[in-house]
């Protein structure tokens, strides 16, 4: 009988264990993960316009898909996109109008979960 109730009290305390364990892994396994795809839209008044999706998690750009790049006056003659960091992605266009070639760029970064589109 005193055995019984040395191996009963052994498992409630593994229960006890268990449950703690659970609540401990619960806790700990919340993480705040941000995704999104954002659609990112520039057009610079009679010369070029330009787009491209951008899929993020937290801080980090993970994916950039559907780029398109169209010169309104002259023509986009090369276009690439480049990931200098995570947390970047730069869209690198040349333009040709006439005999004039133009460089443009344009840039995507992530900070704070927030989206930054800027051009040059």
Partial sequence: M???IILEGMNQIKKLMMAMT???LTLCATVRIHAATYRVS???????EARYDVT???NQITDV???????????IV???LSQPTRNKVTLHMTRK?????YQTQLKTKVTNHRIHVTTS
Avoid: P, Q
């Fill in 78 to 80: 090369k276009k690439s």
């Fill in 56 to 58: 993020t998690r937290g």
């Fill in 65 to 75: 898909s559907h780029v398109k790049a169209k010169g309104i006056v002259g023509s």
């Fill in 2 to 4: 005193f055995i019984a």
């Fill in 22 to 24: 659970i609540v401990i």
């Fill in 97 to 101: 109008v006439g005999s004039v070639i």
């Fill in 42 to 48: 520039h057009v610079s008044a009679l010369s070029w």
